[in-house]
Nanobody
Framework: QVQLVESGGGLVQAGGSLRLSCAAS????????MGWYRQSPGKQRDLVAR???????NYGDSVKGRFTISRDYAKNTVSLQMNSLRPEDTAVYYC??????????????WGQGTQVTVSA
């Protein structure tokens, strides 16, 4: 019922910018938060940025000051503005939504991922 579709990934030179967007279709009964995670080969999936239903944001240490997460309720999307990109930002970026269904069971949904490659 709930689907997340990411867009905006691609190849960019170091120092450049990209904006990722995640479009959500369908809705949970209650949404706790939406966010972005990333995973590069040989590493675990790590938090990039997260925004709660109340607007509280949380960023991974390595992206603080460079990335900004935002919501657009009218378009039902969550976006990630990535500035001053570095080669170490290269990863597959995944959109995430979590909340609870009508039975108050916690649910987590993930997008298919979008590749971001930053060249030196």
């Amino acid at each position: 019922q709930v689907q997340l579709v990411e867009s905006g990934g691609g190849l960019v030179q170091a120092g450049g910018s990209l904006r990722l967007s995640c479009a959500a279709s369908g809705m949970l009964f209650s949404i706790s938060a939406m966010g972005w995670y990333r995973q590069s080969p040989g590493k675990q999936r790590d938090l990039v940025a997260r925004i709660s239903s109340g607007g509280t944001t949380n960023y991974g240490d390595s992206v603080k000051g460079r990335f900004t997460i935002s919501r657009d309720y009218a378009k039902n999307t969550v976006s990630l503005q990535m500035n001053s990109l570095r080669p170490e930002d290269t990863a597959v970026y995944y959109c995430n939504m979590n909340g609870r269904d009508s039975d108050y069971v916690r649910k987590d949904y993930w997008g298919q991922g979008t590749q971001v490659t930053v060249s030196a």
